[in-house]
């Protein structure tokens, strides 16, 4: 029915009933099975030849006379060839954006994507680390939809700077992790990262640092110098002789002791197999015995908590960087107390690398060595060789103690290798 569309009107209407007005073409009012009277203008879309609805608002919401006002405005849009429900779309999906930016910024993200992805992973402290250090304090504020290939550049430089190069590509890597997992999620987010902002090549980032003799004599004579953390020393030292992964010994608990075996689950271990380490008496020495403070009657066995001044082994040790810097302080002091020049960079994950070269150096058969570290043997005897290897691997464990003891006590700069050594015996 066409008629001028006015109060009385619409207060007469009923359901599934459609009023066109005579006076503002296009512009109608239709009662809904609810009950509500809806008002809307239709119009013939001059690009495309489609017809569009544009809602203008319930009855109640606005008046008849303010709902024609409007349709008189979208009329002359038309008229003007303009879209105006395609405007009013797109002024929704700013309106939608501009919202979604003043909740995700890279902070709420990141606490996202950690609780989501990072907590409970191997990793997951590196990867907290590497965002608390390094990306909050840099764009954490910045809202992800602002962000700029530009400002990803600018920090991956500033960390170059910082903290080297392969630091700063690890960060990309995390950054790109979880920006890539919003992406998922997210209709209107798309990351900033592309390919070519790494600062290394793949052969520059695989480490090949290993510690020399006298560089293992100083790092052992620093830790004794360092007062707190004090289960620093003995989980620096479980590095090199266990050959072990930052966070494998960080996260040692008595549970996982069994005799003379620590067997670390692979829930927690990198290729998610549990991995045996017979415990030798060097590295018996290192767990040592249970914390003054501790009333459970298991605990962490690398641990800093503390319960009336002492050790409780309620949580596993997280330190690093903070007790790394100071290890390298004290080292630092003594090599130029001698004259001597400053050590090499490196990190604890070279100890694990020290400890392979150690054992090759006593002559260690490689298949045992390589058991020692975790690592599969390949191929069918992976599938067939069920053998555990208990006894070579404390054999081996046992050569790798005796390796370092022996450069700890032999003077600087006489160099005798431990097979040349073991045949003068």
């Not at 100890?351 to 599969?376: F, I, P, Q």
């Not at 069920?386 to 050569?399: N, P, T, W």
Request: charge should be positive.
């Amino acid at each position: 029915m066409q008629i001028k569309i006015s109060k009385t009107q619409v207060d007469r209407m009923t359901a599934g009933q459609i009023l066109a007005d005579k006076e503002v073409k296009g512009f109608v009012a239709r009662r809904l099975d609810s009950g509500a009277v809806t008002y809307g203008y239709r119009y013939r879309d001059k690009t495309t030849g489609k017809q569009r609805w544009l809602g203008l608002g319930l009855h109640g919401s606005i008046t008849t006379e303010q709902a024609r006002d409007l349709a008189k405005k979208a009329a002359g849009e038309v008229a003007g060839k303009k879209d105006p429900q395609a405007e009013l779309q797109e002024s929704r999906a700013e309106a939608k954006r501009e919202k979604l930016a003043a909740i995700n910024t890279v902070n709420v993200v990141l606490d996202a994507f950690e609780k989501d992805h990072v907590e409970g992973l191997r990793s997951g402290d590196q990867v907290k680390a590497a965002f608390t250090n390094h990306v909050r304090p840099r764009i954490g504020d910045k809202s992800i939809y602002d962000l700029k290939r530009s400002d990803i550049t600018t920090m991956l430089n500033e960390i170059k700077t910082e903290s080297g190069p392969v630091m700063a590509d690890r960060v990309l890597a995390h950054v790109r992790k979880a920006f890539n997992w919003q992406m998922v999620q997210d209709d209107e987010f798309k990351s900033p990262i592309v390919r070519g902002m790494a600062k290394t090549k793949p052969k520059e980032r695989a480490r090949k640092r290993t510690l020399a003799d006298d560089e293992i004599r100083d790092v052992w004579a620093a830790l004794e110098q360092i007062e707190q953390p004090a289960c620093y020393p003995r989980y620096v030292k479980s590095l090199l002789l266990a050959m072990t992964r930052r966070n494998e010994s960080a996260r040692m608990h008595t549970d996982e002791l069994e005799g003379d075996l620590w067997i670390i689950p692979g829930s927690r271990y990198k290729n998610k197999q549990d991995h045996v380490i017979p415990v030798t008496s060097a590295i018996r020495e290192l767990i040592g015995e249970k914390p003054a403070g501790c009333k459970a009657n298991s605990w962490y066995v690398f641990s800093t908590t503390s319960s009336g001044g002492q050790s409780d082994g309620a949580k596993a040790f997280s330190g690093f960087s903070k007790a790394k810097k100071e290890l390298d302080r004290i080292v630092a002091k003594i090599r130029k107390a001698e004259g001597r020049a400053p050590m090499k960079q490196w990190q604890l994950h070279d100890l694990r690398r020290t400890g392979r070269s150690l054992m090759s150096r006593a002559k260690v058969d490689a298949d045992h060595a390589e058991r020692c570290m975790g690592h599969v043997i390949g191929g069918v005897r992976e599938t067939y060789d069920r053998y555990e290897y208990l006894d070579e691997k404390r054999q081996a464990f046992e050569a790798l103690a005796g390796m370092v003891k022996m450069i700890l006590n032999r003077p600087a700069g006489n160099v005798v290798r431990f097979d040349e050594r073991r045949e003068q015996a």
